[in-house]
């Protein structure tokens, strides 16, 4: 189905990894799986579910507990660490 959403798109999966969220792709495919990311405020349950520009992603990391980050970019490979920190805004939460 196209001309669902505004804008290009990346699938969740791809975008975790190539910002370096997660270790590997089949890591951010387990996590998406399994119902423990948070896309915008729903829980998904798949690896293909499209991010855009704008969207807010919630996933546990590590001892850390819960991450919330702000998309600003599509990466377009998985780049060196600044080149993938400069694709997400982190935010606090609960402090």
């Avoid at 699938?11 to 890591?27: G, Q, T």
């Avoid at 499209?50 to 377009?76: K, S």
Wanted: hydrophobic letters at 35%.
């Amino acid at each position: 189905m196209t001309g669902i959403g505004h804008g290009p798109s990346l699938r969740i999966d791809k975008y975790l990894w190539f910002v370096r969220l997660c270790s590997s792709r089949s890591n951010a495919q387990k996590l998406a799986e399994t119902g423990h990311i948070r896309l915008n405020g729903r829980r998904i349950e798949r690896a293909h579910a499209p991010v855009r520009a704008g969207d807010l992603i919630t996933f546990p990391h590590g001892e850390e507990g819960v991450r919330v980050v702000r998309v600003i970019q599509l990466p377009t490979r998985r780049g060196p660490a600044p080149e993938a920190q400069s694709c997400y805004d982190e935010l606090t939460v609960g402090e």
